[in-house]
């Protein structure tokens, strides 16, 4: 399996458990987290992106 593949399934699996985390358990800290894991998989969908399309 790629590496680039690896690190998209991992950062997706990542967001799904989070995402699984009741409302009502989520703080300031799970928000933070949250946000910074998404801007991370969202610059790493990008970079892939840009290496497919060269």
Known sequence: MDKNVKHIAYYTRKVAEQGAIHPTKRD??????????MNY??????????????
């Open 28 to 37: 300031e800290r799970w928000f933070h987290r949250h946000k910074r894991l």
């Open 41 to 54: 998989k969202e610059a790493l969908n990008k970079k892939i992106l840009k290496e497919e399309m060269k």
